[in-house]
């Protein structure tokens, strides 16, 4: 992206610029693609069918990348799991992956309709930066390609009530991951898996349990708090 660059519309962008935000030539809008910060750029052909233009005129902010954090949850009811992946996107995950566990109900997910409510996200947050959002992984094979330098914080709700939080002692700038299990739990089978891998740490998010969504938001809040951007 630079200075003086013409960026052409798609139907469905120049649909919502034109038709839904009412925005016409000559009114300046703010964009970013992830790479190069937040840009204003002004409406230079403006049809609501066909299209549209935009001129790029100057960078309005830097680029700014969350820390290397994957969130992992096993998808759940639809507009809950909207929900999950709209705030991971606000709390700053890098990369969001829908996971398949024993006990999940979901066999399938739209990875499109995901993706777009990540990119809505950054958008309302003022953010420069969008985290991917991929397909339903399987959450065993997963484990076992488990990247060796990755650490990932188990979130278990056999835990609740004891003592084990997320020590400050912890590799901070290291990638890491989150995970969060289905409504039903994890199988003592992944507890298992989980123990057995060392870079996983088994943690608790208190006494109480919390629904899948409200687990997500709050061990991001952990995660950034104790070793994220946050401090
Ligand atoms: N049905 C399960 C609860 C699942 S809650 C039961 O009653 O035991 C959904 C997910 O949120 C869990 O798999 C876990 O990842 C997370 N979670 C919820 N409360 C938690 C807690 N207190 N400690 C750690 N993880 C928790």
Known sequence: MGEGQTIPLSQPQAHYLFGVMRQGVGDAVL?????AGEWRADVIEAGKQRGGALQVAEQTAPQRNPPDLWLMFAPIKKARTDFIVEKAAEMGAAQI?????EFTNAERIRQDRLQAHAVEAAEQCGGTFVPEVSDLHRLDRMLANWPEE?????C???LAGHAATLGRDLPRGAPWAILIGPEGGFSEAER???AALPQAYAISLGP???RAD???VA???LWQTTLGDWT
């Open 31 to 35: 964009l970013f693609n992830g790479e």
């Open 97 to 101: 992956i829908p996971v398949q566990t």
């Open 150 to 154: 990755r650490h990932l914080m188990f």
């Open 156 to 158: 278990d709700e056999a």
């Open 192 to 194: 298992a898996r989980l």
């Open 208 to 210: 109480r349990i919390l």
């Open 214 to 216: 409200t687990a997500a």
């Open 219 to 221: 061990a991001m809040t």
